[in-house]
């Protein structure tokens, strides 16, 4: 599962600052490869698009794209891993050069980030525990225990939202990431989840029966690589691989592989929404 050039670094999380950090100056890409390492993150703790596998390895549908992207650049991608929380500020200030962990694209973070186009995409979905027959969609979730990942934009953002919208939730929980959530769902600390299609597809794969998605998707999200703003040819390097891999059924099968979703690129667009 590794290959000679891809290393994965376990790291803790370092906390960076919030709203207030600058961002650093965009490291082009002859600096990157004079130095010869691109310095990316993900959080490791979101199959199946990051996670550490049995063997302690760190797999899923992101370190795929991240795998190629290294092989096409020719320069060997070192992917830190740490909380959801310092990946952004980490990117602002300059400590990596990319991110690789199912970000979505938003206008907010695009007056910060320069975004490749889209890889992936993700339908804001409702995932509900068996037997909950009173929960029909996200229109139903008033009175009940919800779950997302913490400030996430296909997690706690839009679950905000639905409880403004369609009535308040009983309590809602905010996770770091996707194993203690299910877990919970699956043993009833919580009543549903909001999280993308994507992620709920491989747990329900691998845990038939014991949950499922319920209605329309809430949205539709649309996820790229973020880089430090300014970095244009860093940028046109990834967008050709990224249509490169579209071409080549790569992004197809790896969604049918860790998603369960076939014919998964139909949906994506060839620039940054």
Not at 232 to 257: F, N, S, T, V
């Amino acid at each position: 599962m590794k290959t000679a050039m891809f290393t994965a670094t376990i790291a803790l999380a370092v906390a960076f600052g919030g709203a207030g950090v600058g961002s650093a100056q965009a490291a082009n890409l002859e600096e990157i490869r004079e130095r010869g390492v691109l310095n990316a993150a993900t959080s490791g703790n979101l199959p199946p698009v990051s996670y550490m596998n049995e063997k302690n390895e760190l797999v899923g549908y992101d370190i795929n794209v991240a795998r190629y992207i290294e092989k096409k650049l020719g320069v060997k991608i070192e992917i830190n891993r740490l909380d959801w929380k310092g990946i952004l500020p980490g990117l602002q200030t300059g400590r990596f050069d990319a991110v690789f962990s199912n970000v979505n694209i938003t206008n907010e973070r695009k007056n910060t980030f320069t975004y490749s186009i889209p890889y992936s995409r993700a339908a804001v979905v409702v995932v509900k525990r068996a037997g909950l027959d009173d929960i029909t969609s996200f229109k139903t979730l008033a009175g009940k225990r919800v779950g997302a990942i913490s400030g996430g934009n296909d997690g706690e953002i839009p679950a905000r939202a639905i409880s403004k919208e369609y009535g308040e939730f009983e309590q809602f929980k905010g996770y770091s990431g996707y194993a203690e959530m299910l877990q919970d769902l699956m043993v009833g600390r919580v009543d549903a989840l909001i999280m993308p299609d994507t992620a709920a597809g491989g747990f329900l794969k691998s845990r038939p029966g014991v949950a499922e998605i319920v209605g329309e998707p809430y949205m539709v999200r649309f996820v790229g690589v973020p880089m430090q703003k300014g970095s244009d040819a860093l940028k046109a390097e990834i967008d050709a691989a990224i249509r490169e891999m579209r071409e080549q059924g790569l992004l197809d099968q790896w969604g049918e592989e860790f998603f369960g979703i076939e014919n998964f690129s139909d949906q994506l667009v060839d620039e940054v929404p």
